[in-house]
């Protein structure tokens, strides 16, 4: 079983930055494991922001290129996004994924409101 803890959301105005974490229960997974980053606003479906492989090639989608960029510490089993530049609608239930043993592991989320 592995347990996946995001944190760092929160209430930013546009072009506010928010930095999430999400923390991996076991390291040893977690350092084998590509990472990723989704997203959900209401009435949508979740979609992918950004991922990142083992050995750090990052991704992220266009609608957040230049703004967004995913990191991680395999020593602290932790993945992160650095949100810079937020705008309204980035305002979203913002997830950690990974993939292991051909299961999907899911945080529970953070919220993620942009808003004056």
């Known amino acids: 079983q592995v347990e996946l803890v995001e944190s760092g959301g929160g209430l930013v105005p546009p072009g506010g930055s928010l930095r999430l974490s999400c923390a991996v229960s076991?390291?040893?997974?977690?350092?084998?494991?590509?990472m990723q980053w989704y997203r959900q606003s209401p009435g949508k479906q979740r979609e992918l922001v950004a991922g990142?492989?083992?050995?750090?090639?990052?991704n992220v989608v266009d609608s957040v290129k230049g703004r967004f960029t995913i990191t991680r510490d395999n020593a602290e089993g932790t993945v992160y996004l650095q949100m810079n530049s937020l705008k309204p609608e980035d305002t979203a239930v913002y997830y950690c994924?990974?993939?292991?043993?051909?299961?999907?592991?899911w945080g529970q989320g953070t919220q993620v409101t942009v808003s004056s």
């Open positions: 994924h990974t993939l292991y043993g051909n299961i999907n592991y």
């Open positions: 076991s390291r040893t997974i977690f350092a084998i494991s590509t």
């Open positions: 990142i492989t083992t050995v750090g090639h990052a």
